[in-house]
């Protein structure tokens, strides 16, 4: 009669020690047979008004049965069997020697979750799937538009399907994956019924409430909530998610670092029992503690994202992912869950390793890697928590590389042919601030090859496997880190690869890159090695008398003369003037600066050239 219907692996007591790879239900059933009864059909309502089991979210979708045929009171040495749909939320299987005495229950194979992480899933929210057109959730999104559904991903199957305002999907919106976008006035999405909060927080009411929630989202400013559990705003019984601070029934913990425009991981780990008993995160570091334990009891009310179901503390900005656990997750857990988050939408953990879902396994190792812990992001394939990115760049302002991997789709809808399981490419780079054309010598592998310019920033590479070969962007006009000109005789921007790993590029050969507009250039065909270091380059200059080092500014009036001050128009009379500086153009671009249109360009003034 035990009254939870969660799925668990949670020890010996009352047989929930589950097989590998599998969960079981608390409760345990008992035969007590006389004589032989011979063949039984068992059948299981999973739906049953009084006791409904949570959903089945395993990897094949099947409902298994487990029995201890051994009487060793655990059923972890026993093979489940795959028992049949016969719809409606009934499950058979036919038995043949159901023995007196015996204990029996139901399995589930492990669902897919963050980090692999077995505790049990409060609610999942995620808007690479589960979002839908529709109220019924049955019409998938797979573009820009507003939502009708937001499902749950766990086996609470709190499904939010009231929708107020226009809470909007968009396609491709943090590292290629999506995001449902939030307008600050009244967009939101809620559920239509009360929830308790039983359903993400364990031991409600005793003084041992546990819950732990992360997810990745933005905000444009303080107390702008992304999920919260209240019907109004003030409720003492309330748990809210927000953008400055977070808590439960009156338990407020402010954020050392608000959550802004950029994507950040951002959660909390909440143990009433605990010294410290509410902790938040972001990018896996601490931000907020607060000590006070608060006891909340077990209470429903409305689920909402994009602010409570009051509409306020509306959030502006997008969501991309929230999950929650109904315990406080361990250094372990936390590490592989904020690594999940990492890889998938190309942030920077500012603590730790990436980690795979094994927990040991680095998809980057930020000691190895120290010096170029900035703007990580990659590709990987994690099986074991359902991860597959073939796309990627950092969420960070300042990111000026992106890579895709190719022939194996897109992150969305991927097709792998050469990133198998557990591999991964991963890319950071040194932060180096200066967008200067430079061949200064070794430091920061910035001494060029012969005839070429480098840009001192360098990105380094951590690969696990052979992920095949990528297609490599950057972006020199990135508004934050804009890479100064390309004056080079030829006009392109090359890629240059530190190959034979000697700490130089002054030895290699720059290939071309292909200029695809907007300040983007690509190079496709690249197969990383690990530990590689690489960076862009162009060809010196032509500049009087060959002399680049320390130039400033450069005019010339029979070269950089035009009619209009964007510098499009070539100059023929009146017009302004287009004057260079190491690569800059310092009249529009470095110092802000346009000359009034009152120059005159005089043609064949001085040798037949302009003035």
């Known amino acids: 009669n035990k009254a939870s219907t969660d799925w668990m692996d949670g020890g010996a007591a009352n047989f929930e020690d589950a097989p590998a ?53 655990t059923f972890n040495d026993e093979i489940p069997v795959v028992m049949t749909d016969a719809g409606s939320g009934i499950w058979t299987i036919t038995l043949t020697d159901l023995a007196d005495g015996e204990e029996f229950t139901l399995a589930q194979q492990t669902p897919v979750t963050p980090g692999a992480i077995t505790d049990t899933v409060g609610f999942w929210f995620r808007a690479n799937t589960g979002t839908y057109s529709d109220a019924g959730c049955t019409t998938a999104m797979v573009a820009t538009g507003t939502i009708g559904c937001f499902a749950d991903s766990s086996e609470q199957n709190s499904d939010l399907t009231v929708v107020t305002g226009t809470p909007t999907y968009t396609t491709s919106s943090v590292n ?24 993400f927080m364990a031991n409600v009411g005793s003084g041992t409430a546990t819950m732990s929630t992360m997810g990745v989202f933005t905000a444009s400013g303080t107390s702008q909530a992304a999920w919260t559990h209240a019907t109004i705003g003030t409720n003492t019984e309330k748990t809210y998610f927000q953008s400055s601070f977070a808590g439960t029934n009156d338990l407020t913990v402010n954020y050392t670092t608000n959550v802004s425009t950029t994507p950040v991981i951002s959660g909390y780990v909440f143990d009433d029992a605990a010294g410290t ?37 509306d959030l502006s900005g997008k969501i991309g992912e929230i999950i929650s656990f109904k315990t406080a997750l361990d250094g372990g857990e936390l590490s592989r869950l904020n690594s999940y988050f990492a890889m998938k939408y190309g942030i920077t ?14 998809a980057w190792d930020a000691t190895v890697n120290s010096t170029f812990n900035n703007d990580v992001f990659g590709v990987v394939k994690d099986t074991e928590q359902g991860l597959t990115v073939v796309q990627s760049t950092s969420v960070n302002t300042d990111s000026l590389v992106s890579i895709e991997l190719e022939g194996e789709g897109t992150n969305q809808t991927p097709a792998l042919t050469d990133l198998a399981d557990n591999e991964s490419l991963f890319i950071g780079n040194d932060n180096d601030s200066s967008p200067v054309w430079v061949d200064s010598g070794a430091s920061n592998f910035s001494d060029a090859p012969a005839g070429y310019l480098v840009q001192p920033r360098t990105w ?13 962007s950057i972006n020199v006009d990135n508004a934050v880190f804009n890479i100064q000109d ?43 090695a690990d530990a590689e270091e690489f ?14 080092d320390n130039m400033q500014f450069w005019t010339k009036a029979d070269r950089g003369t035009y009619g209009d001050a964007a510098g499009t128009t070539a100059s023929t009379g009146v017009g302004y003037e287009f004057v260079v500086g190491n690569g800059v153009s310092l009249a529009l671009e470095s110092f802000g600066q346009s000359f009034t249109a009152t120059e005159t360009t005089t043609f064949n003034s001085i040798n037949f050239r302009q003035n």
Not at 182 to 193: K, M, N
Request: charge should be negative.
């Open 21 to 73: 790879g599998y969960l079981v239900q608390g409760r345990t059933w008992f035969a007590d047979e006389t004589g032989d009864v011979g063949t039984v059909t068992l059948s299981f309502n999973i739906n049953d008004t009084d006791f409904n089991i949570n959903d089945i979210t395993g990897m094949d979708g099947n409902l298994y049965f487990v029995r201890d045929i051994d009487g060793d009171n």
């Open 176 to 199: 290629f994956f999506p995001a449902v976008h939030f307008d600050g006035t009244d967009d939101q999405i809620e559920s239509a019924a009360v929830i308790p909060n039983s359903t």
């Open 277 to 313: 008993s509410w902790t938040n995160y972001q990018n896996a570091a601490t931000n907020g503690t607060g000590i006070t334990p608060t006891t909340p009891d077990s209470i429903s009310y409305l689920m909402a994202l994009g602010g409570y179901a009051n509409n306020v503390n």
């Open 349 to 362: 953990l500012a603590s730790g390793d990436t980690v795979l879902s094994d927990g040991t396994t680095k």
């Open 460 to 472: 380094k590479t951590d690969l696990a496997g052979t992920v095949g070969s990528a297609k490599v």
């Open 486 to 528: 390309i004056l080079g005789s030829d006009g392109n921007l090359y890629f240059i690869r530190d190959i034979d790993g000697d700490g130089t590029f002054n030895d290699e050969t720059p290939v071309v890159m292909t200029n695809e507009g907007a300040g983007v250039w690509s190079i496709t065909g690249i197969t990383f």
């Open 535 to 548: 960076t862009v380059a162009q060809l010196v200059p032509a500049v009087p008398g060959g002399i680049y």
